[in-house]
């Protein structure tokens, strides 16, 4: 199955940046679309971003909309989220996920595989 790990989180102050990288990989990797998701302590998981594998359509949270953007590089099997103009409201825990259908879903039972989680900490 599909292995996803994340990398890239990281403390940095509010106004700041971060990027945050998803290496995909498995025999049977065959990826529709990939997305972000966060988590902050006592939170539900939410969306963050999406990307289209084939053709680089994103999807973005109003939250996060003109700060984040996300995007992949296919000879890498990567997707990574450059976050900019961080506030301390984008303090969580984020996940990669890997989904089967080009739908670029803002729900997390769309998506079949995740990552660890990486932790992101502004602080104000």
């Known amino acids: 199955q599909v292995r996803m790990v994340e990398s890239g989180g990281g403390l940095v102050q509010a106004g700041g940046s971060l990027r945050l990288s998803c290496a995909a990989s498995?025999?049977?990797?065959?990826?529709?679309?990939m997305a972000w998701f966060r988590q902050a302590p006592g939170k539900e998981r939410e969306f963050v971003a999406a990307i289209n594998w084939s053709d680089g359509s994103t999807y973005y949270a109003d939250s996060v909309k003109g700060r984040f953007t996300i995007s992949r590089d296919n000879t890498k099997n990567t997707v990574y989220l450059q976050m900019n103009s961080l506030k301390p409201e984008d303090t969580a825990v984020y996940y990669c996920?890997?989904?089967?259908?080009?739908?670029?879903?803002?729900?997390?039972?769309?998506?079949?595989?995740w990552g660890q989680g990486t932790q992101v900490t502004v602080s104000s």
């Open positions: 996920a890997v989904d089967s259908w080009e739908r670029l879903s803002p729900h997390r039972t769309a998506y079949d595989y």
């Open positions: 498995g025999r049977t990797f065959r990826s529709a679309s």
